[in-house]
């Protein structure tokens, strides 16, 4: 384990569906990041949160609507997505401009029917 | 826009030969490179580039930066099954601190 804890692991939803994704770590990392990861493609940053407060939103379209409660806990909230959407949804944390890059979580793999 | 091109996209090799990663870049403020390998799910983080010519080891994995060619390499010595994975670059930028531009990512398949 990275210390970066996501669940569910895997998630079939249907378009309609209204879902939600969730991270955690207690490993004192302040900032916080989703990436999406699909097939043959680069890993594109979603949104950034920094102190709880979201300092990026990478022009992701409005059915993903990401949360963050507290530093430890993230969370992607997810409604009428479509199958393009099928992909690895990976959170990652980092200590504010660290010198350590991110840790990552293993990942929550959506299927979008 | 920035970007983050590594080659090759994959690569199969047998156990025990040596492979040599790339990646370059195109950023404004470059802050550091990054290295990551990805096995199944989670990235794991292997190294962390900020000056150029100096080189990272960590066991038979090493790693440099060239800042004036704007690219960094990945060599991995007498290979084993276990370095199969996707090998990641990532580049950031200073104005964006907490910001990873990521590459497609190069798949290496080690043979026995």
């Known amino acids: 384990e990275t210390g970066v804890t996501q669940t569910p692991r895997h998630l079939v939803m249907g378009m309609t569906n209204k879902k939600s994704l969730k991270c955690e770590q207690h490993?004192?990392?302040?900032?916080m990041y989703w990436y999406k990861q699909s097939a043959k493609k680069p890993l594109e940053l979603m949104f950034v949160?920094?102190?709880?407060?979201?300092?990026e939103n990478n022009s992701v379209p409005s059915r993903f609507s990401p949360e963050c409660p507290n530093s430890s806990h993230l969370f992607l909230h997810l409604h009428t997505l479509q199958p393009e959407d099928s992909a690895l949804y990976l959170c990652a944390s980092r200590v504010d401009r660290g010198t350590y890059g991110y840790t990552f979580g293993s990942g929550t793999r959506l299927t979008v029917v | 826009e920035d970007k983050v091109v590594q080659s090759p996209l994959s690569l199969v090799v047998h156990e025990g030969d040596t492979v040599t990663l790339n990646c370059s870049y195109e950023?404004?403020?470059?802050?550091?490179l990054l290295w990551y390998k990805q096995e199944k799910k989670a990235p794991t983080f292997l190294f962390m580039l900020?000056?150029?010519?100096i080189e990272k080891k960590s066991g038979r994995l090493s790693s440099i930066l060239d800042k004036k060619e704007l690219s960094s390499i990945l060599n991995i010595t007498a290979t084993q099954t276990g370095d199969s994975a996707i090998y990641l670059c990532a580049v950031e930028e200073v104005e964006y601190g907490n910001k990873l531009v990521f590459g497609a990512g190069t798949i290496l398949r080690v043979k026995s």
């Open positions: 950023v404004t403020n470059f802050r550091s």
């Open positions: 949160y920094n102190f709880k407060e979201q300092t």
């Open positions: 900020t000056s150029s010519g």
């Open positions: 490993l004192g990392h302040n900032a």
